[in-house]
């Protein structure tokens, strides 16, 4: 049974603690919560209606993932941005998907194009700002048809594992003028190149759609200079190296 807690409904019959875990981090996917956002564990015992130990466990989980920092005795604080993360899962989306996209457009061009097809038509009806969230989680069911039609649904777990600042930036970049229109370009290039049976066209296609947001970095880490870390490049806020 679904319990109602302040503006949320847990349900009682999963593991509060997974629940927990699962809001907060859609909450930092999506920059709801932005980098360096403080948690206090008693405000989220209150908002989620539980005790101290599930808020617990699903900040350490968030850690794992990445998204959060936990200074014990001092605060847990929503992570920063690392950018070396980001392009080391696009250089692993690269790998995987562009191999997709060639055996694909071998094997099953119009199979594939058509399941694609359908994503990006339910993708251009919410193609506004005031459905950024449809929108990004129909661009990351765009790319699933790509894994699951290739028989690499692991693959597509662990890519999703390790995207988690990648999808940031991502979010960070998607309210950018003519964003949204870009993006259902390129989707479209990938599909017609796809049906087409053209592999290299859409080998090219896909490279120059995953390439989009580090490839303005510099103008996203101008606008949102707090949010992100590159260790790479030793660009590291004076707030970040001091928190």
């Known amino acids: 049974m679904a319990t109602k807690t302040g503006f949320l409904l847990l349900d009682r019959s999963r593991q509060v603690a997974v629940q ?9 996917l999506t920059v709801a919560l932005e980098p360096g956002t403080v948690l206090s564990r008693a405000s989220l015992m209150e908002e989620f209606g539980v005790s101290q130990t599930p808020v617990r466990d699903a900040l350490l989980r968030l850690q794992e993932d990445g998204l959060v920092d936990i200074f014990p005795q001092y605060a ?5 941005i690392d950018v070396d993360h ?7 989306r690269l790998s995987v998907e562009v191999e997709a996209v060639r055996r694909l457009s071998r094997s099953s061009p119009k199979e594939t194009a058509d399941a694609m097809d359908h994503v990006l038509r339910q993708q251009q009806a919410v ?3 005031s459905t950024y969230d449809k929108f990004d989680a129909l661009d990351r069911e765009f790319h699933r048809v790509l894994y699951e039609r290739s028989g690499n649904t692991l693959l ?3 890519i999703r594992q390790q ?7 991502r979010r960070l970049n998607l309210p950018m003028e003519g964003k949204i229109q870009s993006l259902l370009q390129e989707h479209r290039a990938i599909v017609d190149a796809i049906r087409e049976g053209d592999e290299e066209a859409a080998v090219l296609a896909l490279r120059s759609h995953l390439s989009g947001t580090l490839s303005i970095i510099d103008t996203i880490r101008a606008k949102f200079p707090t949010y992100m870390y590159d ?6 806020p004076v707030s970040v190296r001091t928190a």
């Open 76 to 80: 847990t604080r929503v992570s920063r």
């Open 163 to 169: 995207s988690v600042h990648l999808d940031r930036l």
């Open 86 to 92: 980001a392009r080391q899962a696009q250089f692993l």
């Open 156 to 158: 597509w777990r662990v």
């Open 20 to 28: 927990v875990h699962e809001i907060l981090k859609e909450r930092i």
């Open 127 to 129: 193609a506004d700002p």
């Open 231 to 236: 260790l790479a490049n030793a660009e590291i």
